[in-house]
Each structure stands twice: as C-alpha cells, then as structure tokens.
C-alpha cells in the first residue's frame, strides 16, 4: 500500500489529507492558533465543583470551562499536586523526578471534594478537545507520546504493547528501556518499537526528557491559566503516528513546514527526508491530488461503493448515534445469488471503515448489511470488517452481526465531527442573483483592468462547469481573450467553488480580483 500526505496552508487553516493507494482516508484541519489539542499541557485554576458529577470544572483561560471528572485525577494525583506546588514555589529546582516522594494513591472510589478545591492550581492535559457547547475533556494523568514509546511522569513501570507477540522481542524491549529510563519516570513502549535498535530508541528517549524539561520551564514562568507545552502540529503527529516504509511522498505549500518535517524525518528517518517536497504551482495542492473531488464524492448522505456496480451507504446521524444502512441498488443478484449478497456487504464494509475514519465517526454506530441467513456468511463478514478496521487508530469495538445483519460498532471520538456539505447553492432559486452571462462580462472586464497594471501571466480559478464553458471549441472565450489581449489567461477548474465565483490570480498566486455570489 503506498501512502501520500498532503498538506495544504490557505486561509489560516492547515489541511491534512492522508492518501491511501490514490484514495482519500483521514482529511484534518486545524487553525494555525488553535485553543486547545489533544496532548497539549495547561495549567488550569478550578472554578467550581460539581459534587453531582463528582468532577470539577477547571478555568483554562478560555471562554469554556474545561471538565475533569474525579476517574481522571489519575491514582498519583497527590504526587502530582505536591511536585506542583513545589515548582511553583520555587522549591522544585530541577526538572528531575529523581528522590520524589510519591504519596499514597488516592481511592478509586473517592469523591472529588476530598482532593479538590476551589481555586487549586492544576497541571493537566487536553484529553478530548471541545466539541459543541460542550468544554475541553481533561486528565492530571500526563503522557508524553514519541515515537516509539509513552513517558509518564511519577510512575515506575515499564510495558510493552500487547500487539507485539514475539516474548523474545518484549524482553528485549524492556531491558532496553530499563536501562535508559530516567528515575521516576514510567514507560509504555509502542507497537512501531518492535526490532528497533538502541539508539533509536535512545533518541526518542531523550526527545521525551527535553519535552518534559521544556514544560518545567514553562510551570515555572507561565501565568495561570496558560498553555505550557504544545502538542506537535497535526502534520508532525501523523507522521509521528503512522510514517513507515509505506509512505512515498509528502508533498507540502507551505515552505516553513516542509523545513519542520524534513528536520522531524531527518531524526526518526534520515535515509529518507527526500520525499517531502514543496508544491508551488497555480492549481491548489489539494485540487490537484483530486482531494477536494474525493470529498464531495465522499461526504453527504449518499455513498457509493466502489467496484460494486451501483450499491451505495445511506448515512443518517440522530442525536445518539449513526446508521449506516447497505443498499444493494440495481444489483438485483444480491437478494438471489447468496455469495453476491456476501461479497458486496464486504465491499459495503471496506467503504465504511474508510468513512469512519474521514469523517472522524464516534460513538455508536450501527449498520444495516444486506439480509445473510448463512451464519457463516456473516461470520466471514465479521473478520473482514474487524481486518478493515485495523487500520483505525480510534479506540473501538465491533460486535458480532445479528440474524438481520445488523452490527454495532462504539468509536473512540477526541474532536468534533467533520461535516463537510456537499450540496452547492442554486442559481435559479433565492435571493436575486447576477444573470451568468453578465458573471462573464464581469470577468472579461476585470482581465482587462487588470493587465493593465499587471504584466505577469495571469490565472483565471472558476467551477468546473465555468471553466468547460469557456475554453469550450475553438473559438472559445479563452481564445478570444488570447486574440484581444496578446495575452494566454490560464483557467484553472476549482472543485471547491460555487457555480458563479472566481478569483484571478498573477504569477505570485497573489489575489487580485474575487467574485463570489
């Protein structure tokens, strides 16, 4: 499987496609200041408590409250508030958990009135960033994440992913680490750990201790509330979480962040820095690697399954949970031909892994497969969905289909869900709008002011259904323009706009003229 990441910068936001053999699979965005990221580290001051929720809410600086639950103090969160004030007070010279006094652990069972008070400061980490009308979910249980391994403060422990099997490997691994951890300190050793050598796992490491070095600093000088350490850009945490042998190409806008990620890959990957490139040509990033196609293919109600000759999803979204509904469409053989039946709720089941991880799905979700009364026809559709779903990096758990080929999955959600709508305005309806053939003129007359101050090339960007009318024939408009002017005006098709918007743009991809109904 080969893997493309591509990364576009427009507009303040960053948006993130991963590209599975071509196909769209995980799309991100995220603000360049965004308030709060899963893994970021705050110091918070609690406002109130909330004995009936045995929780508290914790001022983060923030419009919204963030909301920790007594579960999430983690069992040394005692620890944690006495290095804390010892920081603060300036007692606490060293970033060093080395001789750290760890204190009883709290009861599992214990209120949070009996821990927490107004206005006590707080280390804690964004564990679900808000979604809704609904605050940041935080935990004072922090990890550090590289890599290869979890570094977790005040903690003593070392354990190794289940996923690696080899018992030689896993005895390895925490030997290695034994060595090399630093005293107070717990690790977890991720799956991708598994036939590293020493000095990478050393490296990755001694990354974690600079990172939680760093955050010492912060606690020290920071205002409370404040942010103290950031978690790295979604870029970096994607390559962080997923960079391996499949990936071909990393192709970016943005020249800053393709120096950030070739510096990140010349440390876990060095051999391989080479295949992050920068993209600057007149078509967008995104329309170019068909990604703004694949999301109107890919988003709304209606999905269509690849490869199976017309059956399709029907995807509707209530207030507590997701149905996902398989429809055989013109592939009648479905409710004759058994097999058949299997085979397209198999390609219904590859669909829908892919959808949950695009449109980032949590959860519970159910869906409706195409009738199997063959108990080992759903038994082999069980295994392919759950070999589907591996790939999903979301916590989940998938139940075995009923009788009525119904399965429910439940998926771990840490942000909002990705809404994207696929439907466009239409001309003919609402508000009074300008008639296209005057939206032509219009334009004809911005080219022409326009290269009157501008002498680079100039690139028109309008719909696809814009752009088809006029470079239709020979005697198109473009041409026109061409024997006019003595000048070639470039038209570049934009899935992503409106029937009637365009924007011209010079050499420098510097906005000259907009137009947007």
């Not at 004030?85 to 060293?94: E, G, I, T, Y």
């Not at 059956?311 to 097999?339: C, F, Q, R």
């Not at 323009?481 to 003595?486: A, C, E, P, S, T």
């Amino acid at each position: 499987m080969k893997k493309e990441l591509i990364v576009s910068h427009e507009d303040g936001f960053t948006k993130i496609a991963l590209l599975e053999d071509g196909r769209l699979f995980e799309l991100h965005e995220e603000q360049n200041e965004t308030d709060f990221v899963v893994g970021d580290l705050f110091l918070g001051k609690v406002r109130k408590l909330a004995p009936n929720l045995n929780a508290a809410f914790v001022n983060m600086g923030s419009d919204k409250d963030a909301f920790l639950h007594y579960q999430d103090l983690g069992p040394e969160y005692i620890t944690y508030r006495n290095y804390l004030k010892s920081v603060l007070s300036k007692k606490q010279q060293s970033s060093s958990l080395k001789g750290i006094e760890i204190q009883p652990k709290i009861d599992k069972n214990g209120t949070v009135d009996k821990v927490l008070a107004k206005d006590d400061v707080v280390l804690l980490q964004i564990t679900k960033e808000p979604i809704s009308t609904k605050g940041p979910r935080i935990s004072t249980q922090i990890s550090l994440t590289g890599r290869f391994m979890i570094l977790i403060p005040f903690d003593n422990k070392v354990s190794v992913s289940k996923k690696i099997k080899d018992i030689e490997e896993k005895k390895r691994l925490k030997t290695l680490i034994e060595s090399i951890r630093p005293e107070g300190f717990g690790v977890i050793i991720r799956t991708v750990a598994e036939g590293k050598k020493v000095a990478e796992l050393h490296n990755d490491m001694h990354q974690l201790v600079e990172k939680w070095e760093a955050t010492f600093k912060k606690i020290q000088t920071q205002k409370i509330p404040s942010k103290v350490l950031s978690e790295e850009n979604k870029a970096s945490a994607i390559l962080r979480d997923n960079f391996n042998a499949d990936f071909v190409s990393i192709i970016c806008d943005d020249e800053k962040m393709v120096n950030d990620m070739k510096n990140y890959i010349d440390v876990i990957a060095p051999e391989r820095k080479n295949i992050v490139q920068f993209y600057d040509h007149h078509i967008p990033l995104l329309e170019y690697y068909n990604v703004e196609k694949q999301l109107k293919q890919s988003f709304g109600k209606h999905v269509n399954i690849p490869s199976s000759k017309g059956a399709y999803l029907v995807i509707e979204h209530t207030e507590a949970l997701h149905v996902i509904d398989v429809n055989s469409g013109p592939n009648l053989n479905a409710n004759t031909n058994k097999d058949h039946g299997l085979n397209i709720n198999k390609m219904a089941a590859t669909e829908i892994a892919r959808q949950l991880r695009l449109r980032d799905m949590g959860g519970i979700i159910v869906v409706d497969f195409i009738d199997m009364p063959n108990p080992e026809h759903r038994k082999l559709l069980y295994n392919h969905l759950k070999e589907e779903m591996k790939r999903d990096k979301a916590r989940h758990k998938i139940l075995p289909p009923s009788r009525f080929g119904l399965i429910q999955i439940t998926r771990q959600r840490n942000r909002p869900e990705k809404q994207i709508d696929t439907k466009e305005e239409n001309p003919n309806k609402g508000d009074e709008i300008l008639a296209p053939i005057v939206i032509v003129e219009q334009m004809g007359d911005a080219i022409r002011n326009t290269m009157q101050t501008e002498k680079s090339r100039l690139y028109l960007h309008v719909h696809p259904f814009l752009e088809a009318y006029l470079t239709k024939g020979l005697n198109s408009l473009q041409m026109r323009w061409f024997l006019k002017y003595k000048r070639w005006i470039t038209i570049v098709p934009r899935d992503s706009f409106k029937y009637l918007e365009y924007r011209l743009y010079n050499n420098k991809k510097e906005e000259l003229v907009a137009y947007s109904n």
